[in-house]
């Protein structure tokens, strides 16, 4: 149902084995989101967090414990239920861009949207590539656009589905600061207007100040669980 938890994570954890060696890397994990939060998970380079967002994102299976997404316990959906979960709810903004090189700007934010079965795809892929800046970019490739333009047309084609729930990994890792500072103001401008449940993966704690939640992890295990001062809107 409605829940206002759009995310439940208990006792999770997850242990890679490679031939008889077994590694953790995710370790008595439990915490919640609120709908429409912002929240950041913040540690350093190998604590965990793109683990965490692959199994909160239902992309991944969990050695132990339970993941509840938009109301939903993943364990009981197959592999197409939770691409299904996905396509419908979630959004991902990753630090590599990760568009379509064979495809346009526009077609890079309309073409899942299309497949989604949308029938005004295109009209409202212009309407967030205008919103990002890019409207006079949507026929160029992304080989023929900066980094930071690429993130904002990957900031379109997330928000274009109007997600419920939105996971950013390292959103600025691969952009000089002015352009990360400018990417990362857009994010925010764009989720405050679509009231989206948004999560930060960074290990920039400065970033993370500019969400209303820090989950802090070290060797994938939480430090602190924290609210920060910014206020709920
Ligand atoms: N598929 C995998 N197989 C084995 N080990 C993995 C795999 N994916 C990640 N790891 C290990 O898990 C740990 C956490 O990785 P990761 O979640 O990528 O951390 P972070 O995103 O915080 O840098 C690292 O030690 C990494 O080497
Ligand atoms: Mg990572």
């Known amino acids: 149902m409605n829940t206002p938890k759009i995310l439940k994570i208990t006792g999770l954890e997850k242990t890679y084995s490679s031939g008889n060696k077994q590694l953790t890397v995710l370790q008595n994990i439990s915490f919640d989101v609120d709908r429409g939060q912002t929240f950041s998970i913040v540690g350093p380079s190998g ?4 683990t965490l967002l692959g199994l909160c994102a239902g992309l991944d299976e ?5 993941i509840e997404l938009c109301g939903q316990d993943l364990s009981t959906l197959n592999e197409d239920q ?7 709810e979630v ?22 949207l299309e497949l989604q079965g949308a029938k005004d795809a295109e009209k409202r892929s212009m309407v967030l590539l205008e919103k990002v800046g890019l409207a006079d970019r949507s026929h160029h490739y992304p ?7 690429q993130q904002r047309v990957a900031l379109a084609r997330a928000f274009a589905n109007q997600p419920s729930i939105l996971f950013a990994d390292e959103p600025t890792g691969n952009l000089d600061e002015d352009t990360g500072e400018k990417v990362i103001k857009l994010l925010f401008d764009l989720n ?9 993966i960074s290990h920039d704690l400065e970033l993370a100040n500019r969400t209303q939640q820090i989950l802090r992890l070290k060797g994938g295990q939480i430090l602190t ?3 920060t001062s910014v206020l709920q809107s």
């Open 47 to 50: 604590s965990g967090k793109t």
């Open 62 to 66: 969990p050695s132990a414990g339970q």
């Open 192 to 200: 405050k207007e679509a009231g989206t449940t948004l999560i930060i």
């Open 143 to 149: 080989s023929q656009l900066s980094g930071g333009e």
């Open 91 to 112: 959004g991902f903004i990753f630090q590599n861009f990760q568009l379509l090189p064979t495809l346009t700007a526009l077609e890079n934010v309309s073409v899942p």
């Open 82 to 88: 939770r691409a299904q979960l996905r396509n419908k």
């Open 225 to 227: 669980n924290q609210r």
